[in-house]
């Protein structure tokens, strides 16, 4: 056991450290500091800029096109890129479909799909949450009727709702959930289908959520035709791409790195801020009810931390993630969440003002400090990640049962 | 000991929440909350006229109810439960408390005002390096002649592009926080010199950054002694914040209701998610804070007029804003995805519980101001 880097690796970190100086888009930087919301093509320029280095499919296998990174390699480059305050790569393409298709996919699959998710030509998104299928996601009812074509192919109609669709507004792709066969048991008549998202009967309607974004989204199905091609794996087995999705979604959602960048804005922020009680004035950073707070979220990240690298590290040795990554789901929300509660204490009165980012022409400066505009907003938005991904009492049921045996 | 309302609170509490549950619908609130002026004047004028509370707590010499921080209590809490936006705490609980305490002409000229509708009355008394800080004060009242001159800059001033008077904190002499030099005046919005940024809040109301620059006032704009007016800010501010403890009080009955309903509708797992025992007991968490919310703003309440007052008013403050804060996660949570829609009433009561957590002062400010005044 080591925990000092190596040559190799200090060597690694430096060239990615000047990588990302050097070519991180200096726009999207400006953007991100004033909290303003991004277009498509902000979302991907810096996911071209990572593609054309070869460094988009960070946990890909060499032979798809990834880095081939170890477990440490990656670690590092989620530290740089946190420490930089760029942007994580959007997870529906690289973290997600891009997995479940290189696993499971066919050949053709493979080289259709992978290499423009790796570019960042194709965007994709989520389609398993429905209206009536949240945590009891094998409950989906869409369903995808089986029939032969006028060419004599065969093809699947579409037809139902996706809800909770993020990003979708902009997505090429959609990979859905959707049931097969509705006379079985719940989880073996669901099937994994790629659809794109130009077929006729498709529509996209906005959800706009507390902070006033507009991240997430309605999908609706109407007799949509999705060639019988479009199926990952084998009929009425998508539950299994399913699992094997959720598990390496949770993984990522720990954001451990992300964390510790929060924890050091926190820390800014309350160098910056005064904090005034009776005659005294100091830092609120040296208010000691405040720095407690931070110094043991501080703690609870470091737990955090060294518990994701036993899972890498576990998983470099062979093991897949497995249930033990719904540990990593539920302490690395319930720490981003800690920090927007603290973010918006921090900022005292100007957590009130509601700032709608800039519009067309409109250049006067914002009510309030930089770094308090998206408090609350952020704290509003956050509360989604105890929900998303598998809600947090769906994952410690998940412990519970596959990892305590109860 | 008697924790009965009477029969003439009882109605007040009833006429209020029919009223509300008549005519202040979600959609309706949204609707004044997105409209151009960020609330709705007939709402107020129905206030007044209809329902007569705007003279709640005012002698019956003035033309009030006769009532007190009870009655504000009745009102803020049915307030809370409908997610009223229009400014009772800001006019009647805080310039009310002021005008009460000050008496004589300004209050005998002002309080028939307020309760008639005409005069709405923002506080402008943060200020951006003062956080929670009640003596934390830049801005200045100089004397000029037989009146002031002021200067300054307050912040998130709630209320105040509505308003037709500001009660405004500045200081007549003394250092930045020392108790002593602290003055409040009572000005007209419009005053020549007075400049504004208006904007909308993050909880569904408007505020506004408000610019003094030479704003001159006459000798009759004070409220209070000169320059020893602190302890008079405090007591109002104790009084706004036992107001603000009620609204709590109705905003979290509301979270927990509205949860309590979608636990029994929505089903998953073939059964309906509230008969989950780790629901079960979330949602008995989130009940015994609604409990004990309402049971620290009746302590507040009742113990505004003890020599301790500050003490017990931080208690429940720091209790209830910890409270707010569970309750209002925990109602989003177990309502999921849609508990992050801003189309539902359930997001927007969340959205209220956090800006009420901070409103004059957060947990960790009423708890060290618990300590510092505790036995």
């Not at chain 1, 790629?194 to 006033?212: A, E, H, W």
């Not at chain 2, 009355?121 to 100089?142: M, S, V």
Request: negative net charge; aromatic residues 10%; proline residues 4%.
């Amino acid at each position: 056991m080591d925990l000092n880097f190596s040559a190799d690796d200090l060597a690694f970190q430096q060239e990615v450290r000047t990588f990302i100086a050097d070519h991180y888009p200096p726009h999207l930087k400006a953007k991100f500091d004033e909290g303003e919301e991004l277009s498509k093509e902000d979302f991907l320029s810096w996911h071209r800029v990572l593609a054309a280095k070869g460094w988009a499919g960070i946990a890909w296998p060499v032979e798809y096109g990834g880095t081939g990174w170890t477990s440490v390699q990656r670690y590092i480059f989620a530290e740089e890129s946190a420490r930089a305050d760029a942007m994580r790569l959007l997870p529906f393409g690289l973290n997600m479909v891009g997995p479940v298709i290189y696993t499971f996919g066919t050949p053709e699959q493979k080289a259709k799909f992978l290499p423009r998710i790796l570019s960042g030509d194709d965007w994709w998104c989520q389609g398993y949450s429905e209206p009536g299928a949240g945590s009891d996601l094998a409950s989906l009812r869409t369903k995808a009727e089986r029939f032969t074509g006028d060419d004599g192919k065969e093809y699947y109609r579409v037809n139902g709702q996706k809800t909770w669709t993020t990003l979708a507004q902009h997505a090429d792709w959609i990979f859905a959930l959707v049931r097969t066969d509705a006379t079985v048991k719940a989880q073996e008549g669901i099937s994994f289908l790629l659809i794109d998202m130009k077929t006729p009967g498709i529509t996209v309607r906005p959800i706009i959520t507390l902070g006033g974004e507009h991240e997430v989204n309605e999908v609706w199905f109407e007799d949509v035709i999705v060639p019988i091609e479009n199926r990952v794996f084998h009929e009425n087995k998508g539950w299994t791409c399913a699992k094997f999705l959720l598990a390496h979604e949770r993984t990522g959602i720990a954001g451990v790195a992300a964390s510790k960048r929060g924890v050091e804005r926190i820390k800014t922020i309350a160098r910056t801020e005064t904090d005034s009680f009776g005659d005294e004035a100091q830092p609120l950073i040296a208010n000691p009810f405040f720095k407690r707070k931070v110094a043991e979220l501080e703690i609870d990240l470091t737990a955090l931390e060294f518990t994701e690298l036993r899972t890498l590290a576990g998983e470099s040795s062979g093991k897949g993630p497995g249930p033990e990554s719904s540990l990593l789901k539920i302490k690395g929300t319930e720490i981003q969440q800690r920090i927007t509660e603290l973010a918006l204490e921090a900022v005292g009165h100007y957590g009130a003002p509601y700032f709608r980012g800039f519009g067309e022409g409109d250049n006067e400066h914002p009510i309030g400090p930089d770094y308090a505009h998206r408090a609350a907003p952020t704290y509003f938005n956050v509360r989604k990640t105890s929900i998303y991904g598998g809600s947090n009492e769906i994952q410690r049921n998940i412990i519970a049962k596959m990892v305590l045996g109860l | 000991m008697d924790f009965n309302f009477t029969d003439e609170q009882t109605m007040l509490r009833d006429s209020v929440a029919r009223y509300l549950a008549d005519t202040y619908t979600f959609d309706a609130r949204m609707a004044a909350v997105h409209g151009e002026s960020g609330w709705n004047p007939h709402v107020w004028k129905a206030f007044a006229e209809e329902l007569g509370i705007l003279g709640a707590p005012f002698a019956e010499e003035h033309g009030g109810l006769g009532g007190g921080a009870i009655e504000n209590m009745i009102v803020m809490e049915e307030i809370g439960k409908a997610l009223v936006i229009e400014p009772y705490l800001q006019t009647v609980v805080i310039g009310g408390g002021f005008l009460k305490a000050a008496g004589g002409a300004v209050a005998d000229a002002v309080i028939p005002k307020i309760i008639d509708g005409s005069a709405v009355i923002a506080f402008a008394y943060a200020e951006p390096q003062g956080r929670y800080n009640l003596a934390d004060l830049r801005t200045t009242a100089k004397k000029d002649g037989a009146g002031y001159v002021l200067n300054g800059h307050k912040a998130v001033v709630y209320a105040a592009p509505w308003a037709t008077h500001l009660i405004v904190t500045a200081r007549t002499g003394g250092s930045v926080r020392e108790r002593s030099g602290v003055s409040v005046f009572l000005i007209a919005a419009d005053a020549p010199g007075i400049t504004r940024r208006d904007y909308p809040t993050v909880d569904g109301a408007r505020a506004s950054e408000v610019y003094f620059e030479n704003v001159a006032v006459g000798a009759d704009a004070i409220i209070g002694t000169e320059g020893e007016a602190l302890p008079l800010v405090e007591q109002v501010v104790d009084e706004a914040i036992a107001a603000v403890c009620a609204e709590a009080a109705g905003v979290t009955r509301k979270l927990h209701e509205g949860t309590l309903d979608y636990s029994r509708q929505r089903k998953q797992f073939g059964k309906s998610i509230g008969e989950f025992q780790v629901l079960q007991h979330r949602m008995v968490d989130m009940f015994m804070e609604v409990e004990q919310a309402v049971s620290m703003t009746l302590m507040a309440t009742l113990r505004l007029g003890e020599a301790d007052r500050g003490k017990h008013v931080s208690a429940a403050k720091n209790k209830i804003a910890r409270g707010a804060r569970f309750v209002g996660q925990n109602a989003v949570q177990i309502h999921g995805g849609i508990g992050i829609s801003n189309e539902l009433a359930i997001g927007h009561y969340f959205k209220r519980a956090t800006m009420i957590e901070s409103q004059f002062g957060d947990a960790d400010f009423h708890l060290r101001r618990f300590e510092s005044l505790m036995d």
